[in-house]
Every structure is written in structure tokens, then in C-alpha cells.
């Protein structure tokens, strides 16, 4: 058993060795709390300066992104379609045809999510669905291809893309002659990229009118493709009755897509900012 002198003398020198570790176990948490609040110091100014660093805003002006790409590719498939069904080439005609339709959406949908609308953009999509309309109405309707949509209702969708493309000569002309004074040319006329002028903005019922056109011709496209592939072990009264269904519903089809036809056209018409000046 140690003497009471050296249990003293053990018992005083550990006094600083714990004073000591407490010590550095404040150094320690001061650090750590120290290292944390300029980390999130740091943080917050990365976040801040993240935020105000310039974005470079999109080029109204340019011709090649992904939305005018898909516009394009739209009137590059049109000719086909319309050649496909007249040559009773009914598969890829609705593959095309379908493909077509997808990306009218997409283009649009594209162009709003990014912010990728361009001018060119502005002109080249309501051109693109209005030649689609107008090649498949044509195919499916003229004497030499399946003439499967009636006159009347063809002649309605016809007129109403021939009466809008009329009035948007007006109007490019009546525009440019506001916005350009004194430089309206006929090279001018047709610049929709260094010379834009104005963008016809569709209504609610358009779109909807758009939509319907796009289904009634896809069925009669279909509708053809199942006459001419009906499977041989379908009995000749099983098919009449499933031919007799899908022209039923084509032909509803056509009513409400002639309705609409009508009333988006009347649309247009009374629509007083139907016509948007571009800046």
C-alpha cells in the first residue's frame, strides 16, 4: 500500500491530465461548430451565387432545335402519307400517319417545357398541321384513292383550311406593312425569320377541332387496313358486323369533326386577339 505522499502526488498529477483532455474536447467542439457554420455559410453563398449567374435565354431566331426538328420531319412525312394511301400502301401510311400526330404534340409540349419557342417554330407548326389535314383529307376523298370520306364533309374541312390560309396572307401583309414601315418587299414577305411579324393564337375549341380531324382520319386509315386484312377464317358474317361497327363509328366521327370544323372556324373569326403582334 502506497504512503499517503504518493497517492497525493499521483492524484495531483492526473488533476491536469483531465483538466487538459476537457480542454481539448472544447477545442475540439468549438472547431467542429465553427467548421459547420462556415460550411453552411459557404453553402448558402454557392446557392446564392448559383442562382443570379445569367442564363442565356433562348434564340428566338434560330430554325434547328428539337421542336422545329419534329415540325419538320412532320412535313417531310406528309407527301408519303398521302402517296401511301392512294397506292392502297395502308401499313406504313398509318405508321406515318400515327407518327405524325405524336409529334404534334411533342413539338408543342417540347417547345413550352424548354423554352425553345422560336418564331420559326410559330410559322412552321399551324403550316405542318394544315398540310397534313389537307394531304390525308385529299387521299382518302379523291376519285382515285378510297373515297371512303364524304364530299360534304371533306369540302368542310378543305374550305375552312382554304379561308384561314387566305385570311393569314391578309393578315402577314397587314402586319408587316404596322411593324415595318416603308420596307414591306416581296422578299420581306415570305422572310418569316428576319421579318416576323404576327402569330395567330388558337383557341381552345381549334386544338380541340385538331384533335378530332386527327382521329377521323387515323380511323379511316385504319378502317381501310381492316378491310384489307381481314383475317380469311373471320366468316363472312362476323366481318360485316365489325366492318358495320368501325364504319359506324367513322362515320360519327366525321359528324363531330365537321361540327367542329365549323365552330373553330367561326372562332377565328370572332375572336377579337386571335391575331398576336410579335416583338
Same mark, same amino acid.
Given at each position: ?5 504518493s497517492?497525493?502526488a499521483?492524484?495531483?498529477?492526473? %488533476?491536469?491530465?483531465?483538466?487538459? $483532455?476537457?480542454?481539448l ?9 465553427k467548421?459547420?457554420?462556415?460550411y453552411? /455559410?459557404?453553402?448558402?453563398h ?7 449567374v445569367?442564363t ?9 432545335? /428539337?421542336?422545329?426538328?419534329?415540325t419538320?420531319?412532320?412535313?417531310? $412525312?406528309?407527301?408519303? %402519307?398521302?402517296l401511301?394511301? %392512294?397506292t392502297?400502301?395502308?401499313?406504313p401510311?398509318?405508321g ?10 411533342m413539338?408543342?409540349y417540347?417547345?413550352?417545357? @424548354?423554352?425553345l419557342?422560336?418564331?420559326?417554330g410559330t410559322?412552321?407548326d399551324?403550316?405542318?398541321d ?6 390525308t383529307?385529299l387521299?382518302?376523298s ?6 371512303i370520306i364524304?364530299?360534304s364533309?371533306?369540302?368542310?374541312i378543305?374550305?375552312? *383550311?382554304?379561308?384561314?390560309? /387566305? ?5 402577314? @401583309?397587314?402586319t408587316l406593312?404596322?411593324? @415595318? ?6 422578299n420581306s414577305y415570305? *422572310? ?5 411579324s404576327?402569330?395567330?393564337?388558337p383557341?381552345q375549341?381549334s ?5 378530332f380531324?386527327?382521329i ?5 386509315v385504319?378502317l381501310l387496313? @381492316? ?20 364504319q ?7 359528324? /363531330? ?13 370572332l375572336?377579337?386577339n386571335?391575331v398576336?403582334?410579335?416583338?
Amino acid at each position: 500500500m502506497l504512503p499517503i505522499c504518493s497517492r497525493s502526488a499521483l492524484l495531483w498529477r492526473t %488533476i491536469p491530465s483531465r483538466a487538459s $483532455c476537457n480542454v481539448l474536447s472544447g477545442l475540439t467542439r468549438r472547431i467542429q461548430v465553427k467548421s459547420q457554420l462556415q460550411y453552411r /455559410i459557404f453553402s448558402a453563398h454557392a446557392k446564392r451565387d448559383l442562382a443570379t449567374v445569367p442564363t442565356k435565354p433562348p434564340n428566338k431566331n434560330a430554325l434547328l432545335n /428539337i421542336p422545329n426538328i419534329l415540325t419538320l420531319s412532320r412535313i417531310a $412525312c406528309t407527301p408519303f %402519307i398521302g402517296l401511301f394511301i %392512294i397506292t392502297n400502301n395502308l401499313t406504313p401510311a398509318l405508321g406515318l400517319f400515327a407518327f405524325s400526330s405524336i409529334t404534334d404534340f411533342m413539338d408543342g409540349y417540347i417547345a413550352r417545357r @424548354y423554352g425553345l419557342k422560336t418564331v420559326a417554330g410559330t410559322i412552321l407548326d399551324p403550316i405542318a398541321d394544315k398540310l397534313l389535314m389537307i394531304t390525308t383529307t385529299l387521299a382518302l376523298s379523291v376519285p382515285s384513292g378510297p373515297q371512303i370520306i364524304p364530299v360534304s364533309i371533306a369540302g368542310i374541312i378543305l374550305g375552312r *383550311d382554304f379561308l384561314l390560309a /387566305i385570311s393569314a396572307l391578309f393578315v402577314r @401583309y397587314s402586319t408587316l406593312k404596322l411593324k @415595318y414601315p416603308g420596307r414591306v418587299k416581296w422578299n420581306s414577305y415570305w *422572310d418569316f425569320i428576319h421579318f416576323p411579324s404576327a402569330e395567330v393564337e388558337p383557341s381552345q375549341l381549334s386544338k380541340w377541332n385538331t384533335f378530332f380531324q386527327m382521329i377521323y382520319l387515323g380511323t379511316g386509315v385504319l378502317l381501310l387496313l @381492316y378491310e384489307k386484312q381481314a383475317s380469311d377464317e373471320e366468316t363472312d358474317e362476323t366481318f360485316e358486323k365489325r366492318r358495320e361497327l368501325f364504319q359506324n363509328v367513322f362515320t360519327y366521327l366525321g359528324y /363531330i369533326t365537321a361540327m367542329t370544323t365549323v365552330m373553330s372556324g367561326a372562332s377565328y373569326a370572332l375572336k377579337r386577339n386571335a391575331v398576336k403582334l410579335l416583338k
